[in-house]
């Protein structure tokens, strides 16, 4: 039995002659450290991160981690000015990949071997999606035929389908989602069973991939024993494929790339020895199978080593302790304690191995980010992030693993100083994982403009960097509104440029200036506080409203150009403009300038755009101010390339303005040609001219949101338009149903078989049986006789008018 888990050691702050410049939630103590680096000057920093697993694409919930740390890491370097040198890992073997690598060269060759759907393919697929069913829906009867799957499985998990526990009493869990999982994948292999033909390429290609998700593991069951464990190459495949597409992700939502990447295919021989001293250190033994595992109450029963410093309260957790060895481990009966670890496996058949002292084998999950980590850091490190579902077990044991590596007799050595742990990310309460496939990958979402790597990034820094993140609407209308924000702001300082005030310094500026230095006050308070980026997102959006609502006119440029330069210093340093320098002293992120090349000309027809509006409105365009107008600003003889579309515009207007002046045209001509020119030439360049009072027109890119509002405009042009065209055409109908009513005498109105004797006028007097007609009734057919006679009358007329 493991030592019952004993008082949580006393966490050593590093020491520094050098002043603290932040605090930081330290997973370690469960409380905010100074962070003091190990660096005696202060200023470098190690820092050691979890990355990717690489057999699938990453997807939101990745971008989380990723992304955030990216966010720590860049207000580390640029705000607080340390020397980071950053270690990323690449799980390139682990339990899942080699799963996955052998399931898919498995599934490779036997699509290789039949090319056409046969019936021994669709026996084999049958087959499969029995063993399917009995494995992970046990509810449903066994030899289940495809075509009935749909009315039992919607029968037998009617609770689940419809969002409640398995039981039908409580709310759904992680249990149920795997639930749907299975019964979505049993579904399309079924589906592919029933299809009706099969018998073209296509067909065939759409077959495999509705059973594929049945037949992976099926093939694996029959034959995953047999591949060569020497042929490193059926896994990495897989794996390399997707660590590219791993990296092409993050280089598209600007992470920065890590200084140092390791890779645990090629740390074989460092993780080898890492286990090796462990087992001389008497923290490790060997099991009959070749496996080394971790002792942990030989570990604890040094004075100061502890187990599950992290999360002690998990660390009699079964489940988590069984996902963290994998599914692929042997449970041996020879291990000392319930919770011991793997350091090393034995490989099986079916299993890449490499030599080591105890055997074939492969690292445990864990050795291999310790050995890694201490190959390149050394034996103490500064920072070590990743993920809150790692806490435990992962970072559990590799503190434990190389504490004992690195420890002596007396125990107690600190590995790692400061543990940044990211929160989960859901979506409308749902977590995403791999292994429920419920996610949306990176590039899906950005691919179908779900997202930006700004917009997202934005969400992330709404949100506490180690706490949850639940994107729901109310988040998403947050991050775009304070997108939009600063957007809109740099608009207006780069007016501001193009227009300058020039102002001279007063008590408006004194004012501005005031809030200016609160603002940064607060962001560095906040920032210091453990990267409380929430609070900084205030600090900016605050400060832009007070610009906003300050007297323009009396504000000097330098102190708008000021503050405009330090938030865009702050939202560089953020990851919010691309690979953009902070410290570069240009205002603005991108998408808030038009080209370069298009300057020159679009500043220019704006300038003519803005006389010709304002004498136009005011009445006195006369001849001479036309030719004032038109002679200014003459594009080049020759342009840039890029620069021949707008140096065009500016050409044409001039020729337009020539044009209607020659033939004298009114007013409403010329503001006409200037709308034209906002809403067409200029919108389809991708640049905006907005109309300001009293202002030149602000001269900016079409940029989301004034396409939005275009389209939402144009819609509700559409639809009164198609209100009016539907009014026309009923009235229409209504006018050519009235005139063909017209026709009929009202003399012959009322002559149908519903009467049988009629007055001389053509009223009625008898109904069909021969009953006089009521009074009552009487009188609204003479009402109605009234009112045709007066129109046939009016008909007649006309028809002999003409």
């Not at 398995?166 to 992680?174: C, E, M």
């Not at 008497?282 to 604890?300: C, L, P, V, W």
């Not at 044009?659 to 001509?669: C, D, F, H, N, S």
Request: hydrophobic fraction near 35%; charge should be negative.
């Amino acid at each position: 039995m493991a030592t019952p888990a004993r008082t949580q050691p006393p966490w050593r702050e590093p020491k520094s002659s050098v002043p603290p410049k932040l605090k930081v939630w330290n997973s370690l103590t469960r409380t905010k450290n100074d962070f003091i680096p190990i660096d005696p000057e202060g200023k470098k920093v190690t820092w050691y991160s979890c990355g990717p697993t690489v057999y699938d694409d990453a997807h939101l919930g990745h971008a989380r981690n990723y992304v955030t740390i990216d966010v720590l890491r860049r207000i580390m370097a640029s705000y607080f000015g340390f020397n980071i040198t950053f270690v990323e890992n690449i799980t390139d073997v682990d339990d899942k990949i080699i799963l996955r690598g052998r399931q898919q060269h498995l599934l490779a060759q036997f699509k290789e071997k039949n090319p056409s759907l046969t019936t021994e393919v669709v026996d084999t697929t049958t087959k499969a999606f029995d063993a399917y069913l009995q494995k992970n829906l046990p509810l449903l009867s066994p030899a289940l035929k495809p075509e009935n799957f749909n009315k039992e499985s919607a029968e037998k998990y009617a609770s689940v389908i419809a969002g409640k526990s398995l039981d039908g009493i409580g709310p759904s869990s992680d249990k149920e989602a795997k639930i749907k999982m299975h019964l979505k994948t049993a579904g399309s292999a079924a589906t592919a069973l029933l299809s009706p033909s099969k018998s073209t390429e296509v067909e065939v290609e759409e077959f495999y991939t509705g059973a594929e998700d049945v037949l992976l593991p099926y093939l694996d069951s029959l034959y995953g024993t047999s591949i060569d464990a020497a042929d490193h190459s059926i896994f990495t495949k897989l794996t390399q494929k997707y660590e590219a597409r791993f990296n092409e992700d993050m280089r598209n939502l600007n992470v920065l790339e890590p200084d140092i990447v390791t890779r645990v295919t090629e740390y074989g021989k460092q993780i080898v020895r890492f286990v090796d001293k462990i087992v001389k250190n008497n923290y490790g033994y060997k099991t009959s199978d070749g496996s080394i595992y971790f002792d942990i109450d030989a570990f604890e029963k040094i004075e100061g080593n502890h187990y599950a410093r992290l999360e002690p309260w998990n660390r009699n957790d079964k489940d988590l302790q069984a996902d963290g060895e994998g599914a692929l481990i042997k449970k041996s009966s020879e291990k000392r304690g319930d919770s011991d670890f793997a350091l090393w496996k034995s490989t099986k058949s079916g299993e890449p191995a490499w030599d080591s002292p105890w055997g074939p084998g492969r690292p445990g999950w864990h050795i291999e980010c310790s050995a890694m980590a201490s190959d390149v850091l050394g034996e103490q490190i500064d920072i070590h992030s990743g993920g809150i579902d790692l806490c435990f077990p992962h970072h559990d044991n590799e503190l434990a693993q190389s504490e004992a590596y690195w420890s002596s007799k007396a125990g107690g050595h600190q590995w790692i100083n400061y543990f940044l742990h990211m929160g989960h990310l859901s979506i409308y309460g749902s977590k995403m994982s791999k292994s429920l496939k419920n996610f949306t990958t990176i590039r899906e979402a950005l691919s179908r403009g779900d997202w930006t790597a700004r917009s997202l990034r934005i969400i992330f820094l709404l949100g506490g960097w180690h706490d949850g993140v639940e994107i729901t609407d109310n988040l998403r209308k947050t991050g775009s509104s304070f997108e939009s924000y600063v957007t809109n702001f740099f608009y207006k300082v780069r007016d501001l440029e193009a227009h300058p005030n020039n102002k001279s310094s007063g008590a408006e500026d004194e004012k501005f200036r005031q809030a200016f230095e609160a603002a940064k006050q607060k962001l560095h308070t906040a920032l210091a506080d453990s990267f409380d980026t929430p609070t900084a997102m205030q600090a900016i959006s605050g400060l832009i409203t007070e610009y906003n609502s300050a007297d323009k006119a009396a504000l000097s440029d330098e102190v708008v150009f000021e503050a405009a330069r330090w938030v865009t210093r702050i939202v560089r340093i953020f990851g919010l403009d691309g690979s953009a320098d902070p410290n570069d002293d240009s205002i603005g992120w991108s998408g808030t300038d038009i080209p370069a090349g298009a300057k020159e000309f679009v500043y220019a027809v704006s300038r003519k755009r803005d006389e010709v509006r304002q004498h136009a409105i005011a009445g006195d365009l006369s001849d001479e101010v036309l030719t004032s107008i038109i002679s200014k600003d003459k594009p080049a003889q020759q342009q840039d390339a890029a620069a021949v579309p707008y140096a065009e515009v500016l050409s044409t207007f001039q020729q337009n303005l020539k044009e209607l002046a020659q033939k004298k045209a009114p007013a409403k001509e010329f503001l006409g040609l200037c709308d034209k020119l906002r809403d067409l030439d200029l919108w389809d360049l991708g640049i905006y001219l907005e109309d300001r009072e009293n202002a030149p027109a602000m001269v900016r890119p079409v940029d989301a949101e004034l396409r939005a509002a275009r389209e939402q405009k144009e819609v509700i042009a559409r639809q009164k338009r198609e209100a009016k065209e539907k009014r026309e055409r009923e009235e229409a109908e209504k006018k050519a149903k009235l005139a063909e009513q017209a026709k009929i005498s009202h003399k012959d109105m009322f002559r149908t078989a519903e009467y049988s004797a009629w007055d001389e006028d053509g009223l009625p007097t008898k109904d069909t049986k021969g009953e006089d007609v009521a009074k009552s009734k009487g009188k609204k057919l003479k009402k109605e006789w009234e009112k045709q006679k007066k129109l046939h009358e009016e008909y007649l007329k006309g028809v002999g008018g003409a």
